[in-house]
């Protein structure tokens, strides 16, 4: 990892293990939650360009922590975006973060901070884009991101209006097209009437052998190390098990349509 300076450290007020001070024996989230409360100013809204900054010379690392912050900012937000915050929108945000009891109070933390920022969601998601593809479309960690706003936004029974305009103002900034944005909001579908073509993005009269590829293609790619991989931390893979699901749902409607036709 690139070191930084002496100069550096001061002006985040950042410690690393070993590096500007920092203690050796905290957990990940101790260390992210120690970032953000000595970071000057509004502490979250200039947190993703910090970990820009700091984090350079270790992708893998910056990319992981990014994604925490991330995850946290916006669903903070989102839990308002429809003018209330519910117990079921806090146990899902829970879900998708699962990290052992003794770090949920970190979580937490970090989540309230989020709540309190004055900074627009729209600062976040612009800043996990631009950290995130190099200006690639449809960069598949901020599609990870998407998709852990989806399993909050379901959480008590219903993706209300104000809900899906901000995932739809999310994913126009993450650059995820129309198309896909439907694929995604089908495969969260809460009645479970969802479109199992439109989930495995492929058409209703395609050659069931193209849909098989297809769907093992979509297995491959959503595997939780394809996950961990492009930097999302484990504490989140229940996004990959979601996903999955839902694309093994979809298969097996159609292959169940198949046989009986």
């Known amino acids: 990892m690139k070191i930084p300076s002496g100069s550096a450290c001061a002006k985040l007020r950042l410690e690393i293990p070993g590096v500007c001070g920092y203690k050796t024996g905290m957990t990940f989230w101790d260390r992210i939650t120690d970032f953000i409360t000595r970071a000057p100013g509004s502490a979250l809204s200039a947190m993703?360009?910090?970990?820009?900054?700091?984090?350079?010379?270790?992708?893998?690392?910056?990319?992981?922590?990014?994604?925490?912050?991330?995850?946290?900012?916006?669903?903070?937000?989102?839990?308002?975006?429809?003018?209330?915050?519910?117990?079921?929108?806090?146990?899902?945000?829970?879900?998708?973060?699962?990290?052992?009891?003794?770090?949920?109070?970190?979580?937490?933390?970090?989540?309230?901070?989020?709540?309190q920022d004055v900074a627009g969601f729209e600062a976040y998601a612009q800043q996990m884009?631009?950290?995130?593809?190099?200006?690639?479309?449809?960069?598949?960690?901020?599609?990870?991101?998407?998709?852990?706003?989806?399993?909050?936004?379901?959480?008590?029974?219903?993706?209300?209006?104000?809900?899906?305009?901000?995932?739809?103002?999310?994913?126009?900034?993450f650059d995820i097209g129309d198309d896909h944005f439907e694929q995604m909001l089908s495969r969260?579908?809460?009645?479970?009437?969802?479109?199992?073509?439109?989930?495995l993005g492929v058409e209703q009269g395609a050659p069931f052998d193209e849909i098989k590829r297809r769907y093992r293609r979509l297995v491959a790619e959503n595997h939780p190390d394809k996950l961990?991989?492009?930097?999302?931390?484990?504490?989140?893979?229940?996004?990959?098990?979601?996903?999955?699901?839902a694309i093994n749902a979809a298969y097996e409607s159609i292959e169940k349509a198949q046989v009986r036709a």
């Not at 969260?188 to 989930?199: K, R």
Request: net charge negative; with cysteine; proline share 3%.
């Open 48 to 115: 993703v360009e910090a970990i820009r900054t700091v984090f350079e010379g270790d992708p893998q690392l910056r990319r992981r922590v990014a994604f925490s912050i991330a995850i946290i900012a916006l669903s903070a937000k989102m839990a308002k975006a429809d003018g209330v915050v519910t117990q079921d929108e806090v146990r899902a945000f829970h879900e998708v973060f699962s990290v052992p009891r003794n770090e949920q109070a970190n979580v937490s933390r970090l989540y309230n901070l989020a709540q």
């Open 129 to 173: 884009a631009n950290l995130c593809g190099y200006g690639g479309p449809n960069c598949m960690v901020l599609e990870d991101i998407l998709d852990a706003l989806f399993h909050i936004a379901k959480a008590d029974g219903v993706i209300h209006e104000r809900e899906t305009e901000f995932l739809q103002r999310v994913a126009e900034i």
């Open 228 to 245: 961990i991989a492009r930097g999302v931390p484990e504490e989140f893979l229940a996004i990959a098990n979601t996903r999955l699901a």
């Open 188 to 199: 969260h579908a809460i009645t479970g009437d969802g479109n199992p073509y439109l989930v």
